[in-house]
């Protein structure tokens, strides 16, 4: 089986460098711009299967990408993004003023740490993953689409790495990812692509 592992394009909030898990935002100008490129890029794929986070700006990238490739979208809550809790919608630059201790414990360790009435990683990575194993061995190329910390613990599981390592896996707004996958183990043949996005006026996190 062939996994693509899609992130949505930007939103309003990773312009603004909030924290974007579960709230419902979806893609600015420039995230739909960038969604259309992906789907560009993935037009010449053969795709069996569309899966998709519930979240908006996850369904506008899967739409964005599936007007080539007319499948049905299935919707599956465990694809949504990790859930911040308390930190939803604050900027980067208040949690570092208000959560200094918190935020160097999540540098330094991120997989020691739940978000204050959220998620922790490995919470994340229970739910996600069982997207992955309900996926049958004869599903062909699947598309996921979904959000950055969540693809980061997928791929964290599909080769093996500690989510104390989470950061390696890291994928950017509208990055493509290319995973072999078989017997519940793969192999990443291309991790966060986003040539296809050159001459976009920007890239946040």
Known sequence: ??????????????????????????????????????????????????????LKRAVQTADAVNRFHRLPVTIDNNLAELDQGDFEGRTFSDLLA?????????????????????????????????????????????????HNFTIMTILCKITAISLHRVRETSVS??????????????MVVSLNDTSHLAGCAETVA
């Open 98 to 146: 208000s959560h200094t201790d918190f935020l160097k414990q999540w540098a330094s360790d991120p997989a020691s740490v739940t978000m204050p009435n959220g998620e922790s990683l490995a919470d994340l990575q229970r739910r996600a993953w069982r997207v992955v194993e309900s996926l049958p061995a004869s599903a062909g190329t699947v598309l996921l689409v979904s």
């Open 1 to 54: 089986m062939k996994l693509i592992l899609v992130r949505h394009g930007q939103t309003q909030w990773n312009h603004e460098k909030r924290v974007q898990g579960t709230s419902d935002i979806p893609l600015n100008a420039l995230g739909l711009t960038q969604v259309e490129r992906v789907a560009e890029a993935l037009s010449a794929e053969s795709i069996d299967a569309i899966v998709s986070s519930p």
């Open 173 to 186: 707004p509208a990055s493509v990812t290319f995973v072999d996958y078989e017997g519940g183990r793969g």
